[in-house]
């Protein structure tokens, strides 16, 4: 068990190994209770949060249909990431990070007071992702009689509230499932059944595996509020579509019109070795530095990401250990429904 954003955490349940490819092959499932949901109320919420959110909630007009964005400082840098869900025209759901909660709800709080918009942190409710090609069948028939057919039906990246149970088709594995919000009391009953049912119980070590081969970035390693989107790998999270003024887009405005001199990409190890954040990464175009890096148990490789000079690419050298190991920079996408994606 380890701290993680306040609370406690596991690693793993066994072999971090064995979790990782029991949620690439069938299915497998992580407490993410510390996730924090935030329901915003009000005849206001869609004004308020085309002002904070990078993203446009605009798009969002199917009930139940999500999307993920950056929210920014007036600097352009990123706040948290999240996932921000329409619900109705005076109710959105957002999903924050456990490390990020306090400060999101006080930003979001600042601005929603002038559009009479309440913002109530749901610490009642518990997460349950569960996540795989077969964690969607598995978790169905489990679910509350009531939610079971229309959760069958669930498009990708949409999402249904059934009373206290809230099910949508979202994750941070690169694989089908739920993530499943549902009454803290009712949380232990659920996972259990999930446990008799063959969904492998799954810590911290094989989410972030997970997460690194799919390409998904971890708040406070690969972003922060030091960095923006566009140095990020985030770009396509932005859009300047029409004059929507949210906050941060003159600042990214400037950078994307004289070109960041950073970027996020894939790292890919060449020989033995394990890849860590803070190592130094040596390119042609100058130095960089990895932010996230692990073995890959589906590569059987040490894959990475890591901020370098925008003009960098193809090979470069990662200082491991005070040796110069030989690295490849590559899409920073390694593995898409349990495939390798990149080249040998």
Excluded at 251 to 272: F, I, M, N, S, Y
């Amino acid at each position: 068990m380890v701290d993680f954003g306040g609370w406690d955490m596991p690693v793993a349940y066994g072999s971090q190994i064995e979790e990782h490819h029991a949620v690439r092959r069938d299915a497998g499932m992580f407490d993410v209770s510390h996730m924090c949901t935030l329901d915003l109320r009000g005849a206001g919420v869609r004004p308020l949060l085309l002002r904070l959110l990078a993203n446009d909630v605009g798009r969002l007009t199917a009930p139940g249909k999500a999307l993920y964005t950056c929210m920014l400082r007036p600097e352009g840098g990123v706040i948290d990431d999240l996932i921000a869900c329409f619900l109705d025209e005076k109710w959105f759901r957002l999903v924050v990070n456990a490390g990020t909660a306090d400060k999101d709800i006080a930003w979001v709080k600042e601005h929603a007071r002038q559009l009479g918009v309440a913002v109530v942190p749901r610490r009642d409710l518990a997460m349950v992702a569960v996540q795989g090609p077969f964690a969607r069948a598995k978790a169905i028939p489990l679910l509350p009689e009531s939610a079971r057919a229309a959760a069958g039906r669930l498009g990708v990246f949409f999402g249904a509230a059934f009373d206290d149970w809230f099910v949508s088709r979202t994750g941070y594995t690169g694989e089908d499932g739920f993530e499943v919000a549902l009454p803290t009391e009712s949380a232990g009953e659920f996972w259990n059944a999930l446990a008799a049912a063959g969904v492998a119980r799954c810590g911290l070590g094989a989410r972030d595996t997970l997460r690194l081969e799919a390409g998904m970035n971890l708040y406070g390693s690969d972003m922060d509020e030091t960095v923006t989107p566009l140095e990020s790998g985030l770009a396509w999270t932005v859009s300047f579509a029409g004059n929507r003024d949210f906050i941060g887009r003159q600042a990214l405005e400037r950078q994307r019109a004289g070109g960041p001199a950073r970027k996020l990409t894939g790292l890919v190890l060449a020989d033995r070795g394990v890849l860590r954040s803070h190592q130094k990464v040596f390119t042609a175009a100058g130095e960089g530095e990895v932010t996230s890096g692990s073995f890959s148990p589906t590569l059987e490789r040490s894959i990475g990401f890591a901020r370098v000079p925008a003009a960098a690419e193809g090979a470069v050298e990662v200082d491991i250990r005070g040796k110069r190991s030989p690295a490849r920079l590559v899409r920073s996408l390694f593995v898409r429904r349990g495939k390798p994606v990149i080249e040998s």
